[in-house]
């Protein structure tokens, strides 16, 4: 029999934490992709729990604008910042500017992403290479600026943005599903290396959602077929049901999560 100390979590004198695990009050969070769809609702899912959030984007005027409204419903300080995330030296600036103004940087999340459908013989190189560029470089080149102070503060939080297409195959997206393959595996390797710096990296995988990205295939009956049609919940996704996950991989509670791949994919991955 083990003695259990009076500071055991759950015991009357320390209760167990609960909801205040997700409470994100002054933590810094930086969005990549922020100014729109999904990457939009997650920072505003992030403000709603208390953090101050910075949205970047390659269109500034996009970025400021979602801001603004972030900070206007959210009332917390939420700024927008243009870079390109395939672009070495623009992210190390957007961070190097976000830790000088902010003082720390708490969480990232990759959101910036970009698919292109078609058969491989109707895809140019250039094509396939620019989805590996935004999805892959872009994700790998923002971790990398964060992690120095992450490390520094033996604390953070990344979240990438993979997607169903990371865990199985669909006709028509050699370009995408590579790209989310290896944000999958950069998940993994990233979170394993982090995990003893006290840096959590996990991946959401969403399932369809109807943002810019599926919006001009949203009538295409093919496309509809094989993603909506592939989810259990037979529906699109709503931005609103992408954000308690990133909620919860950004905050405390997810101090015991590494290289995990969170599926919010109306059940096409159960399958
Ligand atoms: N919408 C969906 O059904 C799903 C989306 N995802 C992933 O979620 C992430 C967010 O997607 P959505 O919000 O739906 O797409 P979206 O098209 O609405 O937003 C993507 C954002 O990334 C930005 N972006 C693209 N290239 C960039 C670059 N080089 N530098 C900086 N920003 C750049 C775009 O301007 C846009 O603001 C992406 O990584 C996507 O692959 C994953 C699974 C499903
Ligand atoms: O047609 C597609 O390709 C998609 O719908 C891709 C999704 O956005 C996705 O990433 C998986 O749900």
């Known amino acids: 029999m083990s003695e259990t100390s009076a500071e055991t979590p759950g015991d009357a004198d320390s209760p167990l934490p609960g909801i205040t695990q997700f409470d994100l009050t002054d933590r810094v969070a930086i969005i990549t992709g922020g100014s729109k769809g999904l990457g939009r609702a997650m920072a505003a899912g992030l403000a709603s729990a208390g953090a101050d959030v910075v949205l970047v984007s390659r269109h500034e005027d996009e970025a400021v604008e979602a801001a603004e ?20 030296q ?24 970009i698919n292109i459908r078609g058969p491989i013989d109707e895809l140019s190189f250039e094509q396939f290479r620019n989805v590996q560029r935004v999805n892959v470089d872009g994700t790998w080149l923002c971790s990398r600026a964060v992690v120095p102070h992450m490390k520094h503060a033996r604390s953070g939080r990344i979240i990438n943005l993979a997607s169903t297409l990371g865990l199985v195959g669909l006709e028509d997206r050699t370009p995408y599903a590579t790209s989310k393959g290896a944000v999958v595996q950069m998940t993994r390797a990233l979170g394993l290396e982090l995990a003893p710096h006290g840096i959590a990296v996990n991946a959401i995988c969403p399932g369809p959602f109807l943002t810019e990205m599926n919006i001009p295939v949203k009538d295409d009956p093919q496309i509809v077929q094989d993603v909506v049609g592939a989810t259990a919940c037979k529906r699109w996704g ?34």
């Open 238 to 271: 709503e931005l609103p049901e992408i954000q308690g996950a990133a909620i919860f991989l950004a905050s405390d509670a997810a101090s015991y999560m590494a290289g995990s791949m969170v599926a919010v994919d109306g059940g096409w991955t159960a399958k």
């Open 90 to 113: 623009a992210v190390q600036s957007m961070v190097e500017r976000v830790h000088t103004e902010f003082g720390r940087i708490d969480i990232l999340i990759n959101s910036a992403g």
């Open 69 to 88: 409204a972030i900070a206007r419903d959210f009332g917390r300080k939420a700024i927008g910042l243009k870079a390109d995330v395939t672009h070495e």
